[in-house]
């Protein structure tokens, strides 16, 4: 599986973005798919992820501001963020792992990684 993360970008505190990953092979409604954050000097931390059967889960920090979803057809998985923060600067990457049918924050269980999108949020 190769993942292509996109939708990052610059935008005031409060402001929205939408991030897209899209993925090449044919098995991607099988996947779970992730997104993870890493700020610079900041270990790589879990955002949000969605499984095979559409259910999802998120970090604490993204209480209603996030939301991922997936389609399929398109291979493509997003995260939809609002009222964005200061601290929500930092690169962005999705991730993939075969789905086992357990939730997993752990970044090492994800097997497949994109190349990380930019997300400054300005004060």
């Known amino acids: 599986v190769q993942l292509q993360a996109s939708g990052g970008g610059l935008v005031q505190a409060g402001g929205s973005l939408r991030l897209s990953c899209a993925a090449s092979?044919?098995?991607?409604?099988?996947?779970?798919m992730g997104w993870f954050r890493q700020a610079p000097g900041e270990e790589r931390e879990f955002v949000s992820a969605?499984?095979?059967?559409?259910?999802?889960y998120s970090a604490y920090f993204v209480k209603d501001r996030f939301t991922i979803s997936r389609d399929n057809a398109k291979k493509t998985v997003y995260l939809q963020m609002n009222s964005l923060t200061p601290g929500d600067t930092a690169v962005y990457y999705c991730?993939?792992?075969?789905?086992?049918?357990?939730?997993?924050?752990?970044?090492?269980?994800?097997?497949?990684w994109g190349q990380g999108t930019q997300v400054t949020v300005s004060s």
């Open positions: 991730a993939a792992r075969w789905d086992v049918g357990y939730y997993t924050r752990d970044a090492h269980e994800y097997e497949y």
């Open positions: 092979g044919r098995t991607f409604s099988n996947y779970h």
């Open positions: 969605i499984k095979s059967d559409g259910s999802t």
